[in-house]
């Protein structure tokens, strides 16, 4: 596509649920970044794929959190058990390769009531 | 040390002047900086990109970059209320591909 594209926009969810964000990144770019930004901050890095494979998982802040890019395009980033702490805004980045100009889609709006 | 500082503003330029956002990093962020816009409620969008000393213009907008002092900073001329957002500067690494992210100066352009 054109852009990076995120689904859903918004997301209201319960307190314990189970919940999933797919992006769609730039056809071509192999480099994938998940952030999670909260009102006032940067990006919080979260994971980053190239190709297939989580190059760097750091960021997740625990095993409730999880990401698979399973065919070196789209992403999906999968919280268990969501907390009320886990409402922010998921930004989702591709890049042609690491280390060059990343592009972000519009996000997700996770709020867990 | 934070490795990539910006002072938070709010940074308040009158219309038609010159805004210097400026933003400094640590020995770890040592490859590409970039230069994002943030409208409120929007998602980052990529300005300026630079990967060497010195200056890099595009439109109304000059990245300057300074190794040896390690900091980068965005000039923005000729100010329009438009500019006004919040400005991140991110930094690569030589270790990994994962970016180093400012949490941002908010610019405020008075018309």
């Known amino acids: 596509g054109a852009g990076v594209s995120q689904t859903p926009s918004n997301k209201v969810t319960e307190k314990g649920k189970y919940v999933e964000l797919r992006c769609d990144p730039i056809?071509?770019?192999?480099?994938l970044y998940w952030y999670r930004q909260s009102l006032g901050q940067g990006p919080e890095f979260l994971i980053y794929?190239?190709?297939?494979?989580?190059?760097?998982d750091s960021g997740l802040p625990n095993d409730r959190f999880f990401a698979v890019r399973p065919e070196g395009s789209v992403s999906t980033l999968k919280i268990q058990r969501t907390e009320r702490g886990d409402s922010a805004v998921y930004l989702c980045?591709?890049?042609?390769?690491?280390?060059?100009?990343?592009?972000f889609g519009q996000g997700t709006r996770l709020t867990v009531v | 040390q934070k490795e990539v500082e910006q002072n938070s503003g709010p940074l308040s330029v009158p219309e038609g002047a010159i805004a210097s956002l400026n933003c400094t990093y640590s020995?770890?962020?040592?490859?590409?900086f970039f230069w994002y816009r943030q409208y409120s409620g929007k998602s980052p969008e990529l300005i300026m990109s630079?990967?060497s000393n010195g200056d890099k213009e595009d439109g109304r907008f000059t990245a300057q970059l300074n190794k040896a002092s390690q900091y980068v900073s965005l000039l923005i001329r000729d100010s329009q209320p438009s500019d006004s957002a919040t400005y991140l500067c991110?930094?690569?690494?030589?270790?990994?591909?994962?970016?180093?992210w400012g949490a941002g100066t908010k610019l405020i352009i008075k018309p």
């Open positions: 980045a591709s890049s042609l390769r690491g280390n060059t100009e990343a592009f």
């Open positions: 056809s071509g770019h192999t480099a």
């Open positions: 794929f190239q190709g297939t494979g989580a190059a760097d």
């Open positions: 020995d770890r962020v040592s490859q590409s």
């Open positions: 630079i990967y």
């Open positions: 991110a930094g690569g690494q030589d270790s990994n591909y994962q970016l180093i």
